[in-house]
């Protein structure tokens, strides 16, 4: 009886028994042994709770790496979009401040795990937004320089909205220099404003009307 069972459970078939006992080793080796893939994935740094009288004037740095893990299906369609890194900046101040970036900062799919975020800390440069009146300098393009003359810009003062250290050293902005198909004695032209000096600042309104008169006996040409 004991052999007829030993016979029809150990030996038979014992070869494919066999193959599937190292396959299950192999298994068991993959999983607890190398443990479950991972993938690396860098995610842009959000904020949220910026207090609406402050902006942010540097962050760095702007971007974490975060290693998640998980099966390998989930891995290969997991894109960086999936996964987000937000700080909260509720009450911060004038300055430099500097916030830990963990694993509670950052938001993956369900099914993903997060293993690692780096680096660990992140610093901020946040300044107190102000309003301030600026006068308006108007600039021709320099291809109508002796060409045209500018007769007037409206408005000549913009009200700017922006970072306290930027604004409090500054009185004038100047326009985009004035462009077009000039073709009659008088031209009127819109154009923005050059903020390329004053980051984060925003000018209402947001572009000036420049008339401009040609040269008494100069003509203008034009290809």
């Not at 950052?106 to 946040?126: E, H, L, N, Q």
């Amino acid at each position: 009886m004991m052999k007829n069972l030993f016979e029809r459970y150990l030996i038979k078939d014992w070869k494919l028994k066999l193959l599937a006992l190292v396959l299950a080793v192999m298994l068991w080796y993959t999983v607890f042994q190398i443990g479950e893939p991972k993938k690396d994935i860098t995610v842009p740094l959000s904020v949220s709770h910026l207090p609406r009288n402050m902006v942010i004037m540097k962050m760095d740095p702007e971007r974490v790496f975060v290693t998640v893990s998980g099966r390998v299906s989930m891995l290969k369609d997991i894109k960086d979009r999936d996964v987000t890194a937000v700080i909260s900046l509720n009450g911060s101040k004038e300055g430099e401040t500097v916030f830990e970036v963990s694993k509670a900062n950052v938001a993956v799919p369900k099914g993903i795990d997060i293993v690692d975020v780096k680096p660990g800390t992140v610093r901020v440069i946040v300044d107190r937004i102000i309003e301030k009146k600026l006068k308006v300098i108007p600039v021709l393009d320099k291809k109508w320089t002796g060409r045209y003359d500018i007769i007037l810009a409206s408005p000549q003062q913009v009200f700017a909205e922006g970072p306290r250290k930027v604004l409090e050293g500054t009185t004038t902005v100047e326009t985009l220099p004035a462009n077009g198909d000039l073709r009659h004695i008088d031209e009127t032209v819109n154009t923005g404003f050059n903020t390329e000096n004053l980051p984060h600042v925003k000018i209402r309104p947001d572009s000036a009307r420049i008339v401009l008169r040609r040269h008494p006996g100069r003509e203008t040409h034009w290809d």
